[in-house]
């Protein structure tokens, strides 16, 4: 999430009741978890597993909830819970604001677009030229769409990141990451019936433009998908997936999170992917194979039982 204008340091430590280490003059342009960080940024941390990457990252500044040795350019906000802090900042400047009204008076529609009856368009909203919002379609607050968008009925776009913090203390609690990240979509993007697409937990869930996505699909936060994909009905994708452009996924296909599928790979349907697969090849199962070595697979599968038999004549 990027501020509205830089916000000092100081501010923050007052915000948050944290204390200040470092350049006490210093500011920050945004709020963002440790994959997406860009200098200017904020992020927070609060095991010490973590620390070192985010010293090491581009963050400007870190929420923290002990002092540790900090490298020039670089500010600490000291706190003793640094995820009740990052939640703090995110009520404060990108609050929830309820919008009672089919189309938010703040939305921004471009010329020669179509809302259909019962679609629900949040605030600060923006949607491009020549697009067709279908009834009973959900845009969440500040998502971006493109030129000659197609969203078909039932769909909801910006809903909140499945994403939380876990307590490990007994009893077991989970405590809600609120998301301020958005949804942008590109130009020519076309989008099925009923699917559902996470808005980044501080960043964008991003849709390249041109690609095709079916009915009922779910598209995790912080997913960034390329060019001129085809995403077939049922798909899902688990947070911070990278599909490369021109990546082709058929039915009910599975993507565990944080991980790639490359420029132009094609997944079978049902098939599971469970690690980064390369570009320009076709997979199938689960986990994902290269097709052709999976078929070799089930040939040798259904052989077993003849080989079985032999191995018994053969020991009598």
């Known amino acids: 999430m990027q501020f509205e204008k830089p916000v000092s340091l100081t501010s923050l430590a007052e915000l948050i009741q944290a204390t200040l280490v470092g350049d006490a003059t210093g500011s920050v342009t945004g709020i963002n978890e440790i994959h997406k960080v860009q200098v200017g940024d904020l992020v927070f941390v609060d095991h010490p597993k973590y620390y070192d990457k985010c010293i090491r990252s581009a963050a400007s500044c870190i929420i923290i909830d002990q002092q540790i040795a900090v490298p020039p350019g ?3 906000l000291v706190v003793s819970d640094p995820f009740a802090a990052y939640l703090r900042i995110v009520d404060t400047y990108r609050p929830f604001v309820p ?5 938010s008076e703040t939305a921004v529609i471009g010329s020669n677009t179509i809302v259909m009856p019962g679609a629900y368009i949040g605030n600060q909203v923006t949607i491009g030229k020549n697009c067709l919002i279908h009834p009973q379609v959900t845009i969440l607050d500040h998502c971006q769409l493109g030129d000659d968008v197609i969203v078909q009925a039932g769909t909801v776009i910006g809903s909140d990141a499945f994403y939380y913090n876990r307590k490990k203390a007994l009893p077991v609690q989970y405590r809600k990451m609120k998301s301020c990240g958005r949804v942008v979509i590109a130009d020519q ?3 099925g019936a009923g699917c559902t697409i996470d808005r980044g937990v501080t960043a964008d869930t991003s849709i390249g433009a041109g690609t095709k996505i079916d009915n009922q699909v779910h598209i995790g936060h912080d ?12 798909v899902g ?10 990546a082709v996924l058929w039915g009910q296909v599975g993507v565990n999170k944080t991980l790639t599928i490359g420029k132009g790979a094609v997944v079978m349907g049902q098939s599971g992917v469970a690690s980064t697969i390369s570009g320009n090849k076709t997979y199938w199962g689960t986990p994902a194979i290269d097709f052709q070595e999976k078929k070799k697979e089930l040939v040798w599968v259904k052989r077993i039982p003849q080989i079985w038999e032999k191995l ?3 020991f009598r």
């Open 74 to 76: 670089k500010s600490l």
């Open 99 to 103: 919008s009672l009204q089919p189309i």
């Open 189 to 191: 993007v076309e989008i």
């Open 223 to 234: 997913c960034v998908i390329g060019r001129n994909c085809l995403i077939a009905a049922q």
């Open 237 to 246: 994708l688990a947070g911070a997936v990278v599909l490369e452009d021109e």
């Open 312 to 314: 018994k004549t053969s």
